[in-house]
C-alpha cells in the first residue's frame, strides 16, 4: 500500500491529511511526497517543533494526552470550553477554542493571512465557521507558501503553549487518604 494512502486511512493524522496532502497531486512520487517543506525552514526551533507535532497528530490536546491514560474519547474534553461535552482535538483547540487568549491569538492569525491574501476573506464567509477541512486546507496552504508560513507556525506554537497543561499526576495511596 503507497505510503498517501496509508496517511489517508490514520485515525491520528488529521491535520497532515486535511493540510499537507491535499496539496499534493493524487499519487505523488516519494520525492514529491518527502520534499522539504516551508514549515521546516522556520528560523525558530520550538515553532517547527509544534508544527511536526500539529501535524503528526501528538498535539498537546485532551484528544492525544488522555489517550495515553485510557480515557474514553468521549471524555476528553476541553478545558477552556464551556460546554463540557466538546472534545478537545486540533480542530477544536486552534479553530473554535474560547479561551480568550486563543481567541486573541486567532484573530490576530487571521487579521495576519488576510491582509497577505485577501481572497481568504470570501472563502471564510462562504464556508461559514470555518469547517474543519477547509481550515486545515488553509493552514496547510500557508505552512507551504513562504510568505505565510511564519505567521502559521507563530499562531500554532502560541496555542499549543497555551494549551499544554501541567504534567500529568497520578493519585499515590498516599494522596488517598
Known amino acids: 500500500m503507497p505510503a498517501v494512502d496509508h496517511i489517508a486511512n490514520a485515525t491520528k493524522l488529521t491535520a497532515w491529511r486535511e493540510a499537507a496532502l491535499a496539496l499534493?497531486?493524487?499519487y505523488p512520487s516519494s520525492a514529491a511526497l518527502f520534499k522539504m517543506r516551508e514549515y521546516l525552514r522556520v528560523p525558530n526551533a520550538l515553532m517547527r517543533k509544534d508544527v511536526a507535532r500539529l501535524l503528526a497528530g501528538i498535539s498537546p490536546c485532551a484528544i492525544e494526552l488522555s489517550r495515553h491514560h485510557q480515557v474514553p474519547r468521549?471524555?476528553?474534553?476541553?478545558?477552556f470550553c464551556l460546554y463540557r461535552d466538546v472534545v478537545e482535538d486540533e480542530?477544536?483547540?486552534?479553530f473554535a477554542c474560547p479561551e480568550p487568549v486563543i481567541q486573541r491569538a486567532r484573530d490576530e492569525f487571521y487579521t495576519t493571512i488576510m491582509s497577505k491574501d485577501p481572497g481568504i476573506i470570501y472563502l471564510r464567509r462562504r464556508c461559514g465557521d470555518w469547517c474543519m477541512w477547509y481550515t486545515f486546507i488553509?493552514?496547510?496552504?500557508?505552512?507551504?507558501d513562504s510568505t505565510m508560513v511564519h505567521a502559521a507556525a507563530?499562531?500554532?506554537s502560541m496555542?499549543?503553549?497555551v494549551r499544554t497543561p501541567p504534567p500529568h499526576r497520578t493519585a499515590t495511596p498516599r494522596d488517598r487518604g
Open 154 to 156: 507563530a499562531f500554532v
Open 138 to 144: 488553509i493552514l496547510g496552504t500557508m505552512l507551504t
Open 74 to 79: 468521549d471524555r476528553r474534553v476541553c478545558c
Open 91 to 94: 480542530h477544536r483547540v486552534l
Open 159 to 161: 496555542v499549543f503553549e
Open 24 to 26: 499534493l497531486p493524487p
